[in-house]
């Protein structure tokens, strides 16, 4: 007597969409990852390597001068960074490669940013990050180039606060 029975093709499609969304999930709730090793070019010139972050804890923020979001949490991004610049903490701030340069560099001078800014002019960076498509997008880095913590979309400045003070407290 044959017991073995056959999953409906609905019921086989939705265990395969359970399998491959828990997997999604569980790669990007539970653990760290290293960040990846790319090179900014900052407005000014300066070329840093994520390696060269390494004993500073560093949050990378995909942004465009378009992205209503973006414009609205950069004077935070930059308060956020003043604060905290001096116990090690870095902010890169990536501007997309759809954002003309000129209107990045105008927006930051305009803004007087106290943060580096880097032109993802051919996207390799934003792709290197898991291929980032929505802005902002922001990464916090911690001082052994891990990925400590994701958001999408805006950043909620009260969830970064603690985060970000529990990487400072960590050694480099």
């Known amino acids: 007597m044959n017991t073995t029975r056959r999953l409906s093709p609905i019921a086989l499609a939705l265990a395969i969409a359970a399998l491959v969304f828990g997997a999604t999930a569980w790669k990007v709730f539970t653990g760290v990852r290293a960040a990846p090793e790319v090179q900014f070019a900052t407005l000014s010139g300066e070329l840093i390597n994520m390696s060269d972050l390494r004993g500073k804890v560093t949050l990378v923020n995909f ?6 979001p973006c414009v609205k949490e950069i004077p935070a991004l930059a308060q956020t960074h003043l604060q905290y610049k001096a116990r090690g903490y870095e902010t890169i701030a990536v501007a997309m490669d759809f954002d003309p340069p000129n209107y990045v560099k105008a927006f930051t ?3 007087a940013l106290p943060f580096k800014v880097a032109l993802d002019a051919r996207g390799e960076i934003a792709k290197r990050f898991g291929d980032v498509r929505v802005v902002p997008t922001t990464f916090l880095i911690d001082r052994q180039g ?3 913590r994701t958001w999408l979309g805006e950043l909620d400045f009260k969830q970064l606060a603690p985060v970000l003070e ?3 407290k960590e050694p480099a």
């Open 109 to 111: 001078e305009r803004n």
């Open 166 to 168: 529990a990487a400072l």
């Open 146 to 148: 891990r990925i400590i």
């Open 63 to 68: 942004w465009a001068t378009s992205c209503a």
